[in-house]
């Protein structure tokens, strides 16, 4: 019977990308509505990207000086590690998972209260493809604003790294340096970039797929939302691994 209902779901879900991955039908409005969820959902997230990799960069610097401190290793290498765990997985992974809680909520909440007070079927009835003209502007809004969330969240957190040995004696700001730029592969942005996107399209479709099918009341419309971050969540772990896999072997 799970088997089944997770059929059903995943068939579901692929009917209702189907629908919203049609070409719309009024340019101008779905350029209109796209600005609009760029800053409803990126832009408006930025204090919390640079509030959340701050500190994270800050506690990443303080943990390795703690725990890799030793004459076997050089001092640079605190930056070095700062840094890889900044590029390969916090500034991506980790701030998606973070991301699902915010943003997936908002689109579940927003698009499940429109579908129990009946206006998307007022949508539908004047014959508007109501799947294209809410979720597309998400997904393609969303796409666009996350590689500038992700490039924010590595500098900030190398920022607040950077506080840590500028505030503290624990490290030097030579030394930190020095090990920030040591070894440095290019490609590890881009691999970071390339999985923030995936994870963008995850959050947005995943949210919209739950949010557009509640049936009931407000309180399904908060059940819609836990699920959205729930298998928003589970998704992009998912993911993480498969493109882990497949961008560094």
Do not use: H
Request: glycine share 6%.
């Amino acid at each position: 019977m799970i088997l089944e209902k997770q059929l059903a779901d995943l068939g579901q879900y692929c009917s209702l990308i189907a629908k919203v991955l049609s070409v719309p039908d009024r340019w101008k409005v779905f350029l209109k509505r796209t600005i609009s969820e760029i800053y409803k959902l990126g832009i408006d997230s930025i204090p919390l990207v640079i509030t959340i990799s701050v500190f994270i960069g800050a506690v990443i610097t303080i943990q390795m000086q703690l725990n890799i401190s030793s004459p076997l290793l050089p001092a640079y290498a605190v930056g070095l590690t700062t840094r890889e765990i900044i590029l390969l997985e916090f500034s991506s992974s980790i701030l998606c998972l973070i991301l699902a809680g915010k943003v997936g909520s908002n689109i579940a909440s927003e698009i499940g209260t429109m579908r129990v007070t009946e206006q998307i079927d007022a949508l539908d009835i004047m014959g508007v493809n109501s799947a294209n003209y809410l979720i597309l502007p998400k997904i393609i809004g969303f796409l666009l604003i996350m590689p500038v969330l992700v490039v924010l969240s590595m500098g900030t957190s190398i920022m607040g790294g950077l506080a840590v040995a500028y505030f503290t004696d624990m490290i030097s700001v030579s030394k930190f340096t020095y090990g920030l730029q040591a070894f440095f592969n290019p490609w590890y942005v881009w691999y970071s970039l390339i999985k923030s996107l995936v994870f963008s399209v995850i959050i947005t479709s995943t949210s919209s797929y739950f949010g557009y099918f509640v049936k009931g009341g407000a309180l399904e419309v908060g059940k819609a939302s836990t699920q959205a971050v729930v298998n928003s969540s589970i998704l992009i772990l998912f993911f993480d691994v498969i493109l882990t896999k497949l961008l560094l072997q």
